[in-house]
């Protein structure tokens, strides 16, 4: 049997970062900028007020200085009046500083009311101000030619907004991987149908279809097919045109493992010395325009797949997406033990409380337990030589409720 590293580092040898592709500012949540990003222009633009006030010139200001008012100027101004010596105009927030003006006076400064009044002919001006008080500068944040963001940053949104103030309304972006989901099974009936006997609900591909939207990917299909060996043919076919298949069940030794019966030789098929997800397959099949498509088989009980997922499929994801493959833990005390096996490390769903962290269900490994999966903040983390956890001991838990 190979370590969970051994393994993972073999799923990593799969792929590598997909291209990099001009993409709307606003489309690209989640994914990762693929070059520097220059600023096209000066931000701010052009020196403005931070203040609703009076723009002056702060040499003229004595304490009770009465100014001369030459005008309005409201944010989107196109012309500005000019301010002379002993003069002010009454200007807004973000309004572009008038030639002459060096300095704004707030409204709550002067003689003024706040609000919607109309122009006065003249302001009192209570207190001086010095230079430059409430001007922000033209490229005080940054210069149009520098370097606005970095390659690799995460797109969020506030990379977006960052992206559109530097100018800019598409950027260049690491296509977003795009996965196909694939369950396997002849005893699987699409959600919200009824079960005949020996049939049970297609829990997996809503499972993984899930997860991989969260970690970022965007699923281009998520179906179920039967164990017949045509059948999986044609629809690996057609999943092919992803950049990354996952499918779950027909993995381990029985007589109708239908993942091992079409792709074995292409894909291999290995024991992990992990509970539950012992039985893994991986390896690239080649897509009829020749790309080399990685794909994951995952074995089939529910809390294998979701353990299997988080364990492989999210890195793999990270490593096509171009973003950081790290699954960050922390140690958490136990509040109620449980076993594990020996010689396979385990991941156990708990709930994370106040007071640390406890099962989601205490029935063996309970890789078919899918409800109780749906309570799980994190999976902890049991090493290989250690088979019984106990109140108080520290566990490794990775959290599983965000992305
Ligand atoms: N003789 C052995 N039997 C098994 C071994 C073994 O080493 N020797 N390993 C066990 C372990 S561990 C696992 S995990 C499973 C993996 O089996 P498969 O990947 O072949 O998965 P299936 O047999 O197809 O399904 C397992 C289980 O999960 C249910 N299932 C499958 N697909 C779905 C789905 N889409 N939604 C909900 N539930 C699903 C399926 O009905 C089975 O109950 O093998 C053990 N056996
Ligand atoms: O290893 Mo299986 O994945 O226990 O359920």
Same mark, same amino acid.
């Given at each position: 049997m190979r370590t969970v590293e051994e393994h993972l580092a073999r799923v990593l040898t799969l792929a590598s970062r997909l291209p990099v592709e001009e993409a %709307? !500012? *606003? /489309?690209?949540?989640g994914r990762v900028l693929g070059a520097d990003l220059v600023a &096209? &222009? /000066? !931000? $701010?633009p052009f020196d403005n007020s931070a203040m609703d006030g009076f723009a002056v010139r =702060?040499? /003229?200001? *004595? $304490?009770?200085a009465r100014l001369a008012v030459v005008g309005d100027i409201p944010a989107g101004a196109t012309t500005v009046p000019t301010v002379g010596e002993g003069q002010a105009a009454r200007i807004m927030t973000g309004a572009p500083l008038p030639p002459g003006a060096d300095a704004v006076v707030p409204v709550? @400064?002067?003689d003024q009311p706040t609000g919607d009044v109309a122009l006065p002919a003249t302001v009192l001006v209570a207190e001086p101000v010095s230079q430059g008080r409430h001007v922000r500068r033209r490229g005080e944040d940054i210069r149009a030619g520098e370097t606005g963001l970095p390659a690799g940053l995460r797109w969020t949104a506030a990379a977006a907004s960052a992206a559109v103030s530097l100018g800019h309304g598409s950027v260049p972006l690491v296509r977003r991987p795009r996965v196909a989901v694939l369950s396997t099974g002849s005893e699987l009936v699409p959600a919200g149908e009824p079960l005949g006997f020996g049939r049970i609900p297609d829990s997996n591909s809503v499972l993984l279809a899930g997860l991989c939207r969260g970690w970022g990917a965007e699923v281009i299909s998520a179906t179920a097919v039967d164990d017949d060996p045509d059948h999986f043919r044609a629809a690996l076919a057609a999943a092919l045109s992803a950049d990354l298949v996952l499918t779950s069940g027909?993995? *381990?030794? +029985?007589?109708?493992e239908v993942v091992r019966q079409v792709v074995e030789g292409d894909v291999s098929f290995d024991k992990v010395?992990? @509970? $539950? +997800?012992?039985p893994q397959a991986s390896g690239t099949l080649t897509a009829p325009d020749g790309r080399r498509v990685p794909m994951l088989g995952l074995p089939g009980n529910p809390v294998s797949v979701f353990v299997s997922a988080w364990v492989y499929a999210r890195p793999l994801i990270a490593r096509l997406g171009g973003w950081s493959e790290a699954w960050p833990s922390e140690g958490l005390p136990v509040v109620e033990g449980w076993r594990g096996p020996a010689g396979r490390r385990q991941f156990t769903p708990v709930r994370i409380g106040a007071e640390g962290v406890s099962p989601v269900?205490?029935?063996? *490994?309970? %890789?078919?337990?899918?409800? %109780?999966? =749906?309570?799980?903040d994190g999976l902890a983390v049991v090493p290989e030589d250690v088979e019984s956890v106990e109140r108080g001991d520290v566990v490794e838990v990775h959290r599983v409720t965000a992305r």
């Open positions: %709307s !500012v *606003s /489309d690209g949540i &096209v &222009v /000066d !931000v $701010p =702060a040499a /003229d200001l *004595s $304490p009770g709550e @400064q002067t027909g993995v *381990s030794v +029985g007589a109708f010395a992990m @509970q $539950p +997800g012992k269900h205490r029935l063996g *490994s309970g %890789s078919h337990l899918v409800v %109780s999966l =749906a309570l799980a």
